[in-house]
């Protein structure tokens, strides 16, 4: 879902930011967009407030070792989901982690916000083997907190209750 398009309404619509949206982001949009993981009810979007251009290699290289398709990802600004016509948010997930100083950029509106920190696997220096274990763990802590969220009974909860376990989720 690289671009912006609008999908039926009763798919939940799930925004992930970060700073960049290069690493974190764009694997949480795509393994939310995976049919097996929450592609039938939920449709994905990710975005940065400094957008770095382009998508991190390693960040594709996860996403396709978990056959997660990467087509049509790419680093885009926050501000194409703040103009008109862009698609209309239920959630709206903050990933950014907090070790290196990062500051994660803020959302207004109504959507439902919580904040699920991974801390950034694009920092990470060292051998390739350091650089794809820092990715997997980034990318195994997303899935984990979708497949939470994916498990929740939505449709039965009142708006208290899903903000309590969006952050409860964002805690684990």
Known sequence: MGELEEVPQQRKQVLFLCTGNSARSIMAEAA????A???AR???FSAGSQPTGRVNPYALETLQRHGIS???LRSKSWDEFAA????KMDFVLTVCGNAAGETCPL???QPTTAHWGVEDPAAVTGSPEEIHAAFEKAF?????????MVALPLEAMDRPAVESEMRAIGAR
């Open 32 to 35: 939310l967009n995976h049919p």
């Open 37 to 39: 993981i929450g592609g």
């Open 42 to 44: 939920f449709a994905g």
């Open 70 to 72: 990467t087509a049509g």
């Open 84 to 87: 008109a016509g862009a698609p």
């Open 107 to 109: 959302w207004l509106g």
């Open 140 to 148: 195994r802590m997303l899935v984990g907190r979708i497949e939470a």
